[in-house]
């Protein structure tokens, strides 16, 4: 029998981590179709042999609240299957640290591809 013993709540002054303390995340139908587009794409540009750089459940340009692919654009190697299986695209030159970039965009399986064409 043990007499005397201190009880510490996990969240006690010993600094313990109780994970019920934190919020539950639940994925909303919407995320988990976004997470499936995304695998769904993903999967293309790897049996394409394009090399992904970042994924965004939410997007940015042109992809706001949408999910989107950044990849890198190797000038070494054909882009062609690539560019033959994606959709139309869009241009824009942002300012990159006085420098202008040359940043395309596209959609394959439903998601934003985002690219910078190398100048």
């Known amino acids: 029998m043990i007499t005397n013993a201190t009880i ?53 340009w042109p992809a706001v609240a949408e999910p989107s692919i950044r990849i890198e654009r190797d000038p070494q190697r054909s882009f062609a299957a690539f560019l033959d299986a994606a959709g139309p695209r869009e241009w824009v030159c942002i300012a990159r640290d006085g420098v202008s970039v040359k940043t395309a965009a596209c959609r394959l399986e439903g998601v934003w591809i985002i690219w910078e064409e190398p100048q």
């Not at 109780?18 to 988990?32: I, W, Y």
């Not at 992904?52 to 459940?57: F, I, K, M, P, R």
């Open 8 to 60: 510490y709540p996990m969240h006690g002054p010993r600094g313990g981590y109780n994970p019920a303390q934190r919020p539950a995340h639940v994925l909303t139908s919407q995320a988990t179709r976004r997470l499936a587009r995304m695998n769904t794409a993903m999967r293309t540009l790897r049996t394409l042999g394009v090399r992904v750089l970042e994924c965004h459940l939410d997007g940015e």
